[in-house]
């Protein structure tokens, strides 16, 4: 059993920063054989895909909408998963959802991410 805990939301300017972590617990199998991935939900929209990275942080994968700006990261040792970003948006506003799975195949797809957070919203001001 994973539990996510996201921290870090916040109001920003536009083209300004923010670096959210999400803190993990684990019973059983080890924070490093998780994959992990951010997802976000603007007010009116559904849940999308932000960023995922694979167990030992090696591959990493972006939705177009964000790639060159966040950066996601990860400390084993820590058991946290961090997403950096930069410049800003207003269309970056949303509740950002911090997503476990296990093994190592990294996807977009929502529902095979099996363990979540309860989110942290980041608000963008233009």
Do not use: H
């Not at 670096?19 to 054989?33: D, K, P, Y």
């Not at 009116?44 to 060159?68: H, L, M, P, Q």
């Not at 990261?73 to 970056?92: H, W």
């Amino acid at each position: 059993q994973v539990q996510l805990v996201e921290s870090g939301g916040g109001l920003v300017q536009a083209g300004g920063s923010l670096r959210l972590s999400c803190a993990c617990t684990t019973s059983g199998r080890t924070f490093s054989r998780y994959a992990m991935a951010w997802f976000r939900q603007a007010p009116g929209k559904e849940r999308e895909f932000v960023a995922n990275i694979s167990w030992s942080g090696s591959s990493t994968y972006y939705a177009d909408s964000v790639k060159g700006r966040f950066t996601i990261s990860r400390d084993n040792a820590k058991n946290t998963v961090y997403l950096q970003m930069n410049s800003l948006k207003s269309e970056d506003t949303a509740v950002y959802y911090c997503a476990a799975k296990s093994g190592d195949t990294l996807s977009p797809i929502l529902r095979l991410w099996g363990s979540w957070g309860q989110g942290t919203q980041v608000t963008v001001s233009s």
